[in-house]
């Protein structure tokens, strides 16, 4: 079987006009592969240059030309899709450890524009060190020492300033990476001058990215994929057919970042606070709200979730009533009203995606932090806008303490137990910095009593340290927890969610909220 390399698969080389930290597979699955799409209908006419900060060769990319290929698998409106890319926008790859020099020589290109990173969370801290190693260590050193070759090649050059899209998963990651570069000129003390083209000509967007990337499939899956492909492709990864890059920028950027005009799921826009809440609320509150019931049920992945008819009827409910109405209507786009609402539906076909195996009790990591963040306030703005409880929400919130009613502890490790609708018992790891917290309050309850349950719940929901409000001012909240919880306790799981649907089936429509 032949081998994909540009022999093999003749693709243009396009002038280098993007910068690339990091070589991880959200990165070819989603900007590299919209560039690719750019070029591809002759709008960027740019090829990307890619940095591996971390150790380790360069071989694989070597020998396929920096070809690779996406095969996008999954749900999309409602119809299965199954496609793939060879994706040919990368024009090399360039080990920081190896060659610092022949990175920095790339500052030097007229033609570049961009600059590209994904170095995961902590990639972006401040570390007090000279821009003047080789290399630096932390990706913000390297990217001012970068800037600073720049600058001092094209003596300032207004021209040759530099649109900088972080995208590491983080809220405002453009304006934490400014303020980290504008701190490390200071300590290197690289003067005034590089100061003012820094703040005036080089722009820092924000971004955020949302695509499923697993990677590279397993070992059957993969070989089948060559046999299907007809070529070898050691680079080949996996994505599903959702994707989204959005950015702040104004028409500068827009300017710049022509690709954007390629795929729908590039939005350049002036605030792309929508879009975050969007995501946090629809997306990453629908998981946080549903999987802790989900896995009590004993199903273990997304997809399971979607196939159980209890869940599934529970995650659409939940999105539909309950999450996508909260959203505030002041930040949803104009030309758009139906935005939320399509992303939704979106949701939900991604959540059935068959080809993705997304572990349920992943999700579960930090429940207590995640639940805080992306569901408390949905929450409460349903109480300020409804003047009720949703109840949905009340029921996994109550399958949240349930699953977190830590038995044990071993190791340092709390463990939880539930007994699953077949009569099986399933032990699982509590991976929740607030675990020992649980531990100590569960100790105190008696979960055959329904009084001792109601003041574990009151006592939870008035810890403002604990969620940063007081959730026993919202009214009937606690009540429906404690009722639903002592039922989860008692009843079991299965029984508890049926009786939730049949309650709900059983309303009018023209009482239902949404």
């Given at each position: 079987m032949t081998s994909l390399n540009r022999s093999n698969h003749p693709a243009t080389i396009h002038p280098e006009r993007v910068l690339q930290f990091g070589t991880g597979v959200l990165l070819r699955g989603l900007p590299d592969y919209l560039i690719h799409k750019a070029n591809q209908q002759g709008i960027f006419n740019g090829s990307i240059v890619v940095v591996k900060s971390t150790g380790g060769a360069t071989d694989e990319f070597a020998e396929q030309d920096g070809l690779y290929t996406v095969v996008s698998r999954g749900i999309q409106k409602g119809?299965?899709?199954?496609?793939?890319?060879?994706?040919?926008?990368?024009?090399?790859?360039?080990?920081?450890?190896?060659?610092?020099?022949?990175?920095l020589d790339v500052a030097k290109k007229p033609s570049l524009q961009v600059i590209i990173s994904n170095t995961t969370e902590v990639g972006i801290q401040y570390v007090e060190e000279s821009i003047f190693q080789n290399p630096p260590q932390?990706?913000?050193?390297?990217?001012?020492?970068?800037?600073?070759?720049?600058?001092?090649?094209?003596?300032?050059?207004?021209?040759?300033?530099?649109?900088?899209?972080?995208?590491?998963l983080i809220s405002d990651n453009g304006l934490k990476l400014r303020d980290i570069v504008e701190k490390i000129a200071l300590h290197n003390e690289l003067g005034k001058l590089f100061m003012k083209w820094l703040k005036y000509?080089?722009?820092?967007?924000?971004?955020?990215?949302?695509?499923?990337?697993?990677?590279?499939?397993?070992?059957?899956?993969?070989?089948?994929?060559?046999?299907?492909l007809g070529y070898s492709d050691k680079l080949l990864i996996m994505a599903e057919p959702y994707r989204l890059w959005a950015i702040e920028g104004d028409d500068r950027v827009k300017n710049v970042l022509t690709f954007a005009k390629t795929d729908p799921g590039v939005i350049i826009d002036e605030d792309i606070n929508f879009y975050?809440?969007?995501?946090?609320?629809?997306?990453?509150?629908?998981?946080?709200?549903?999987?802790?019931?989900?896995?009590?049920?004993?199903?273990?992945?997304?997809?399971?979730?979607?196939?159980?008819?209890?869940m599934s009827r529970f995650v659409e409910d939940v999105i539909t009533h309950e999450i996508v109405p909260t959203l505030p209507e002041w930040m949803?786009?104009?030309?758009?009203?139906?935005?939320?609402?399509?992303?939704?539906?979106?949701?939900?076909?991604?959540?059935?995606?068959?080809?993705?195996?997304?572990?349920?009790?992943?999700?579960?990591?930090?429940?207590?932090?995640?639940?805080?963040?992306?569901n408390l306030p949905t929450i409460q703005r349903f109480v300020e806008q409804h003047e009720q409880i949703p109840q949905r929400m009340a029921l996994g919130f109550a399958a949240y303490l349930r699953f977190m009613k830590v038995v044990r502890e071993e190791e340092g490790v709390y463990l939880g137990e539930a007994t699953t609708p077949t009569g099986g018992i399933i032990t699982y790891p509590i991976r929740d910095d607030h675990a020992e917290y649980f531990y100590k309050l569960?100790?105190?309850?008696?979960?055959?009593?329904?009084?001792?349950?109601?003041?574990?719940?009151?006592?939870?929901?008035?810890d403002t340290l604990l969620w940063e409000t007081d959730l026993s001012v919202l009214s009937g909240f606690g009540d429906a927890v404690a009722d639903h919880l002592s039922n989860l306790l008692t009843l079991g799981v299965e029984a508890t969610l049926e009786r939730h649907v049949a309650a709900a089936e059983s309303t009018t429509s023209g009482s239902e909220i949404g």
């Open positions: 119809q299965l899709v199954d496609k793939h890319t060879v994706v040919s926008a990368i024009s090399r790859v360039i080990s920081a450890q190896e060659d610092w020099k022949a990175v932390s990706y913000p050193a390297k990217l001012t020492a970068f800037l600073y070759e720049r600058f001092k090649n094209f003596g300032g050059g207004r021209n040759k300033g530099l649109v900088v899209v972080p995208t590491e000509h080089v722009r820092f967007c924000n971004s955020l990215v949302d695509r499923i990337v697993p990677g590279k499939p397993d070992t059957e899956t993969h070989a089948q994929l060559q046999q299907e975050r809440e969007r995501k946090l609320r629809v997306l990453n509150g629908s998981h946080t709200i549903s999987v802790p019931l989900a896995y009590l049920l004993g199903l273990e992945t997304v997809h399971e979730m979607m196939q159980h008819p209890l949803i786009p104009e030309e758009n009203p139906e935005a939320v609402r399509e992303f939704a539906a979106d949701v939900l076909d991604r959540f059935r995606n068959p080809y993705i195996e997304h572990l349920l009790l992943n999700i579960t990591l930090q429940e207590t932090l995640k639940m805080r963040a992306r569960w100790q105190q309850v008696d979960v055959h009593d329904a009084s001792s349950v109601r003041n574990f719940v009151q006592t939870l929901c008035a």
